[in-house]
Each structure stands twice: as structure tokens, then as C-alpha cells.
């Protein structure tokens, strides 16, 4: 918790460049630090029907 509110304050005033803002950029003004709820490890699956099995 205390990593993140550092690093969180060293974000404020900062130009911020993201896909979203574009080159141009943005000010930071506040930084949302929340804990994280959702598991580290992702799962994927995938399944393919063949037509021609029938």
C-alpha cells in the first residue's frame, strides 16, 4: 500500500501519454489506486468445430 501511494504521487502533474489521450497527452490530476480483486493467472480456451467430422 505504501508502494503504490509513492508512486501514485509521483504521477500527479505528469504529463500522461496513453492510446486514449493521444500524442498531445494530459495532465495527470488524481490518481484511483484500488486493490486488486481478480486472480494473477488467466486461463484460456478455445474450441473449434470441424464440419467435416459431421
Avoid at 496513453?18 to 495532465?27: D, F, H, L, M, S
Avoid at 488524481?30 to 459431421?54: D, N, T
Wanted: charged share 25%.
Amino acid at each position: 500500500p505504501e508502494e503504490a501511494k509513492a508512486l501514485a504521487a509521483q504521477m500527479l502533474g505528469k504529463l500522461l501519454i496513453t492510446k486514449q489521450t493521444g500524442e498531445a497527452g494530459r495532465i495527470c490530476n488524481a490518481v484511483m489506486v484500488a486493490q486488486r480483486m481478480f486472480p494473477r493467472k488467466e486461463y484460456y480456451l478455445a474450441v473449434m468445430m470441424e464440419r467435416a467430422f459431421g
